[in-house]
């Protein structure tokens, strides 16, 4: 039993790490957007359309923790 909670604990720290990595290659790829010329308008509403889809992946797994306990 305390072996499974080990691997989820585990687990779920690599997919935080990875959703974080997520949102900051979008920062990234946003500010290269401003370099190469659009409008800081534009590149932070691409900023907030790639990253719902994050947020919502962040709320699946929330609940899902929360199911589980």
Known sequence: MQKRQ???DILGK???TLLAMQ?????????TQIDQGKS???A???????SI??????RRLENHK???K
């Open 6 to 8: 080990n691997s989820q």
């Open 40 to 42: 800081s308008l534009e």
């Open 44 to 50: 932070l509403t691409w900023i907030i359309q790639q």
């Open 53 to 58: 889809p994050v947020l919502i992946k962040i």
């Open 14 to 16: 690599i997919i935080a």
């Open 23 to 31: 949102l900051f290659l979008i920062s990234w790829q946003a500010k």
């Open 66 to 68: 929360t199911q589980n």
